[in-house]
């Protein structure tokens, strides 16, 4: 079986992978110069390579921690204890125990209680469909109360969600209050963040060794144009015009780019596609030469402040892995045509830098080596109330295509470890499938056969 793959992030090439170790040959065609997509690097101009975006692996992420123990990797994985705070009225407060959820001081005692409560109750759910039609405000408001959830919840949704969270469901904060939990780890809950040396491109990199080695193949610099379908089956991959046939072609991508790429597929399934919406994101890199604030992740609680969060990645990854350096992401998700992604660099540096002088008066505008501007319109897939039924599934209505994309993950979040888990189920849904067709076809061959000696 021969599969043409389109994408190189860490869906495309961990599918690859996956189905190369059943025997299966594939081909993985990436538009850009680099593999990994969103979990890509970013080489400065002094030639360090540092994540393109934010990413930590977290210790309880199990199914990446055995691919990397599988591909031989495992030693280049690093754990640290790491904090987590908020910026609320101008000031930073701890947030990475029970007593100081129960200090955090603009809320009563009640409210803190409640606070501490929602985290709890969270863990406790078992059936996440039950929150599938309750909106997130609701269900936060009925755990936290009305005021926490005005003066900490509000901001950060509205942050998130780039105001449009009315109709989000709670099973939004659910994952992530559950993922984080997830973190903490030992009898006394410390939470623990991580990192591959070399970021996500290391484990990357090491399952398109193994692609290879089985005599598989990875294009880069090659966008694909169209997938090429025939009389309802995809019949391969076109690119620089001409057509390539494989058996099979599995996308990777977003669903609005999957969609440009099947001109062929019925108008009804394009528009089924066309109902995926998500979220795009700025996330200027401030690449810095001192640490700024000693917590991977600062929310934003204060909606003045036109970035979400203050993510300083080298509080878990030693900065001698990334040239010394100390690396601060200013994260802002978007809707993907928001006015801010019209924005030029400059004008993003002017803004995003008087905020951050505003936030810290002792920040130095001269820490900054380089400051570098990332920005992507279809980051994370957005799942409205009651919407599980617009998921596509990675079976298409074309025959011989597969979608594997992130949209299909939910209600958990999208990650390095959900992504490459998904993969590995596509993996085994392509192979089930063509094995159905090559059984139905020698069914029908057998039956053709039967029928030419006359003999029933
Ligand atoms: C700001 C941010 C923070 C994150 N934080 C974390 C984190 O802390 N931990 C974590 O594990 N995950 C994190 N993630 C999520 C993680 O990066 C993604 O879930 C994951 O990288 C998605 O991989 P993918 O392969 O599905 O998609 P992508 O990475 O988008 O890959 C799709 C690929 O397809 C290619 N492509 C598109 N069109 C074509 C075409 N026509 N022809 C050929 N190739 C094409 C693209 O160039 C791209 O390389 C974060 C993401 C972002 C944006």
């Given at each position: 079986m021969n599969v043409g793959i389109i994408g190189g992030g860490i869906m495309g090439i961990s599918l690859g992978y996956f189905l190369s170790q059943q025997g299966v040959h594939v081909e993985i065609f990436e538009?850009?110069?680099?593999?990994?997509?969103?979990?890509g690097p970013l080489i400065l101009d002094d030639g360090t390579s540092v994540d393109r975006f934010y990413h930590a692996i977290l210790s309880s992420d199990s199914h990446l921690s055995e691919l990397c123990m599988e591909l031989g990797i495992a030693d280049r994985l690093r754990f640290r204890e790491t904090k987590m705070g908020f910026y609320y009225d101008g000031a930073i407060y701890s947030m990475n125990s029970m007593m100081e959820f129960l200090r955090f001081?603009?809320?009563?005692w009640i409210d803190r209680f409640r606070l501490g409560l929602t985290v709890l109750n969270a863990q406790f759910v078992r059936d996440w469909h039950e929150l599938e039609g309750v909106s997130v405000q609701d269900w936060l408001v009925r755990w936290s109360g009305q005021r926490t959830y005005e003066n900490i919840w509000r901001p950060m949704l509205k942050a998130k969600f780039d105001g449009n969270y009315?109709?989000?469901?709670a099973t939004y904060i659910w994952s992530r209050l559950v993922r984080m939990k997830s973190t903490r780890s030992g009898a006394n809950q410390k939470e623990e963040a991580g990192h591959l040396i070399g970021g996500y491109l290391t484990l990357i990199r090491a399952m398109a060794e193994r692609i290879e080695a089985a005599g598989g193949q990875i294009h880069l610099r090659c966008p694909v144009q169209e997938i090429a379908i025939e009389n309802g089956r995809a019949v391969g991959i076109r690119r620089d015009g001409a057509v390539q046939p494989y058996d099979a072609v599995v996308a990777t991508v977003q669903a609005p780019i999957f969609r440009r790429l099947?001109?062929?597929?019925?108008t009804e399934y394009q528009d089924y596609l066309g109902k995926t919406d998500y979220l795009g994101i700025i996330a200027p890199l401030l690449v810095l030469n001192r640490p700024l604030t000693g917590y991977w992740t600062l929310n934003i609680?204060?909606?003045?402040?036109?970035?979400?969060g203050v993510v300083e990645t080298t509080t878990f990854i030693d900065p001698q892995y990334v040239g010394g350096h100390h690396l601060v992401y200013l994260p802002k998700y978007t809707?993907?045509?928001?006015a801010w992604q019209k924005m030029s660099d400059d004008e993003i540096r002017k803004v995003w830098l008087e905020n951050l002088k505003a936030m810290?008066?002792?920040?130095?505008?001269?820490?900054?080596?380089y400051f570098l501007v990332n920005r992507e319109r279809y980051v994370e897939p957005l799942h409205l109330l009651?919407?599980?039924?617009l998921i596509p599934s990675i079976?298409?209505?074309?025959?011989n295509l597969y979608l594997a994309t992130t949209?299909?993950?939910?209600p958990a979040l999208t990650n390095g470890e959900s992504v490459s888990r998904h993969a590995r189920q596509a993996a085994e849904v392509v192979t089930a499938s063509r094995q159905q067709e090559y059984e139905g076809i020698s069914d029908h061959q057998s039956t053709l056969a039967l029928e030419g000696t006359g003999n029933r």
């Open positions: 538009a850009s110069p680099t593999l990994g997509g969103l979990a001081p603009p809320l009563g009315a109709d989000a469901p099947i001109p062929g597929a019925s609680t204060d909606d003045r402040i036109p970035f979400t809707a993907p045509d928001s810290f008066p002792d920040f130095d505008p001269k820490s900054v080596q009651n919407s599980t039924h079976e298409t209505p074309v025959r949209a299909q993950i939910y």
